[in-house]
């Protein structure tokens, strides 16, 4: 059975910071794996989404890694802002057949002005 | 361009009783998920429809139906509702269902069962 793991749950940094979020996952069988923002009693908005054949995804500040064989992907998040706090959820696919995705236990992230 | 809509934004219930959920994808969307997020057990996959057919179903009890409409709208149904149906329930989209798009989520529909 797949899990997702997110380390740390909680993290708080202060502005301009660069940061990174930790997403594992124990069967690196995936199809795909996205990452997700979160606004409190919001719906999540969709950051990156990384096929199983590539290594890595940028959008402006954003960049997410993927390393099937560990089981591992990190979402680097560069300058951070005010703006960026949030719950960041990570979600893998299973098979290519399907929109189900598992997620990731989420890191709240709090970013200090 | 109009994003996911959900309807109704909060509900408040009572035990036994049912509800019914209404999801409207993005213009051209014809794939539908559904998704229950509380926080012991975070987010959690209950149904996918595609072209008003169930293509894939989460591990939760019979009290959960959907069904999706020839316009790609989406409705959800728990019956004898139970505390413990108390959660946000998220609706996504993605154009043909490929598992390979992006989903789009609405901001969901908060549910309490008193």
């Known amino acids: 059975k797949q899990e997702v793991t997110q380390i740390p749950a909680a993290l708080s940094v202060p502005e301009g910071e660069n940061l990174v979020l930790n997403c594992s996952f124990t069967d690196s069988a995936i199809y795909n794996l996205q990452w997700f923002r979160q606004d409190p009693g919001k719906g999540l908005t969709s950051l990156l989404l990384i096929q199983s054949s590539q290594r890595e995804q940028t959008s402006g500040r954003l960049n997410a890694s993927l390393d099937k064989s560990s089981g591992r992907s990190t979402l680097y998040i560069a300058a951070s802002q005010p703006g960026d706090s949030a719950t960041y959820l990570c979600a893998v696919r299973r098979d290519g057949a399907t929109n189900k995705l598992i997620f990731g236990t989420g890191t709240l992230l709090a970013v200090q002005p | 361009k109009a994003g996911v809509t959900q309807t109704p934004r909060y509900l408040i219930k009572t035990r036994g009783q049912q509800v019914t959920l209404s999801c409207s994808p993005i213009?051209?969307?014809?794939?539908v998920s559904w998704y229950q997020q509380t926080p012991g057990q975070g987010l959690q996959f209950l149904f996918e429809?595609?072209?008003?057919?169930?293509?894939n179903k989460g591990n939760f009890p019979g009290r959960f139906s959907g069904r999706q409409f020839s316009n790609s709208r989406s409705e959800m149904n728990v019956s004898t509702l139970e505390l413990g149906d108390s959660a946000l329930y998220l609706c996504?989209?993605?154009?043909?269902?490929?598992?390979?798009?992006?989903?789009?989520f609405g901001s969901g529909t908060q549910l309490s069962v008193l």
């Open positions: 213009s051209g969307h014809r794939s």
């Open positions: 996504a989209s993605s154009f043909s269902g490929s598992a390979e798009e992006k989903l789009f």
């Open positions: 429809y595609f072209s008003e057919t169930q293509r």
